[in-house]
């Protein structure tokens, strides 16, 4: 997940704090609530920790109906967790949506004022998929950059452009496919900022509204404190034979 950094992070909670799905939710739903932009997304009402009593009851309930195929000795996906292994599994609560559309063609617009107004609030989704969207709204966010972020700080120009282009592309190809899929690409009109940003032609910046360029340190109560993590604790030294790059920003 940071494959794209040329500094690596001081300690092995901070990949856990900045690269995990369930901190890269937390973090999202946290800007939306600051910004009282939560309507950008299905809502999200806190989480849960799930005992290992459950997990266990989990774990068997998901063992397959056919005796003879395999079990799931993994149900959460853990075997990745070799740093935290006693942590427990976090469970986000999110609304309850009932439209069983990923979206319909009156969807397609504000799915593009969605993702330009969630970048201009500093969120990279980076996750654009028919899979991710319920009723023309993001219910996951599990891959997100929200900034103050270090994949946003310490990686090559190129890189940043790819990942900006990412998001509208994604979005746009999701809009066509799905809509073919179900035979009413006759009534979608793309919306032509998006179509713009895919190709880097967008007059705001390019790709669309620039994450990097929120505001974030407004909700800072330390900035000389953030500054000091950002600067001598977030980052060890860089990577051999990597370029030491220090902004992206004006790339």
């Known amino acids: 997940m940071g494959s794209y950094l040329t500094r690596p992070l001081k300690t092995p909670r901070l990949w856990v704090d900045y690269f995990e799905p369930f901190s890269c939710e937390c973090r999202v739903y946290g800007r939306l609530e600051e910004e009282c932009r939560e309507d950008l997304a299905v809502r999200a009402y806190g989480y849960l920790l799930i005992t290992p009593e459950q997990e266990l009851e989990v774990g068997k309930r998901s063992r397959p109906a056919n005796p003879s195929d395999e079990p799931d000795d993994d149900p959460f996906g853990r075997a990745d967790e070799r740093l935290f292994p006693d942590r427990p599994v976090h469970a986000i609560v ?3 949506v009932t439209d069983q559309d ?3 063609p009156i969807h397609a617009a504000q799915m593009w004022n969605d993702l330009e107004d969630l970048h201009k609030i ?3 989704v980076r996750d654009i998929t028919v899979g991710n969207y319920l009723g023309g709204k993001l219910i996951d966010f599990s891959r997100a950059w929200t900034v103050p972020h270090p994949s946003l700080e310490h990686i090559h120009p190129r ?3 790819s990942q900006r282009q990412h998001d509208p592309h994604d979005l746009q190809e999701c809009i066509v496919d799905f809509s073919l899929g179900n035979g009413w690409w006759d ?3 793309l919306p032509e900022a998006l179509v713009a940003s895919v190709l880097g032609e967008n007059e705001t ?3 669309g509204a620039d994450p990097r360029r929120y505001d974030w340190r407004k909700w800072e109560p330390d900035l000389d404190a953030a500054d000091e993590f950002l600067e001598h604790d977030l980052f060890g030294p860089p990577y051999p034979g990597s370029e030491p790059w220090v902004s992206t920003l004006d790339a």
């Open 102 to 104: 990923h979206f319909l």
């Open 205 to 207: 910046d390019g790709y």
């Open 159 to 161: 890189d940043i452009r």
């Open 187 to 189: 009534e979608v009109e």
């Open 94 to 96: 999110k609304e309850l």
């Open 122 to 124: 500093g969120i990279l």
